[in-house]
């Protein structure tokens, strides 16, 4: 199971999910973690994806993927949003392992430095799409240097 980061717990099971499209069951409201949901593959006949957000600043979640159902229990909006990040992984894969995952941050700020002062320009699209994989990631922070 390739993932990055690696969670904290894993717990692999033999099943595999049949059905690698999802189909929400909770009302979410938050605008950043519907675009993040719509981000999965999706369909009326997929998995049953559920979502419990506890109302707190942590970042943890626990996310467990069974034949039937997906059900992520965050404790904040962003653990939620790290939790689907997760899944999109296990998307990635050939084939989805039910297991069970439980994670938090290591740090408050995650990030890298981009220099742009040694090569060309990045344009706007290219920010944009590197902003993408940094959420892909679980990254919270870009440190620059030089001019956009």
Not at 21 to 45: F, M, Y
Not at 112 to 118: A, E, G, K, N, S
């Amino acid at each position: 199971m390739n993932l990055i980061p690696m969670p904290k717990k894993i717990e692999k099971f033999k099943e595999v999910l049949k059905n690698k499209a999802v189909r929400l069951i909770t009302n979410v409201t938050d605008e950043r973690l519907l675009k993040a949901i719509n981000t999965l593959p999706a369909s009326e006949e997929g998995t049953a994806l559920e979502i419990l957000i506890e109302d707190n600043d942590k970042e943890s979640y626990i996310l467990n993927v069974e034949i039937e159902k997906i059900s992520i229990k965050a404790q904040s909006i962003a653990g939620s949003f790290y939790a689907i990040q997760t899944l999109r992984q296990l998307f990635m894969q050939e084939s989805v392992p039910c297991c069970h995952i439980e994670d938090e941050p290591d740090f408050q700020y995650r990030g890298f430095y981009h220099d742009v002062t040694r090569g060309k320009v990045p344009t706007v699209d290219t920010i944009k799409r590197l902003i993408d994989d940094m959420a892909y990631y679980k990254l919270t922070k870009i440190i620059r240097r030089g001019y956009i």
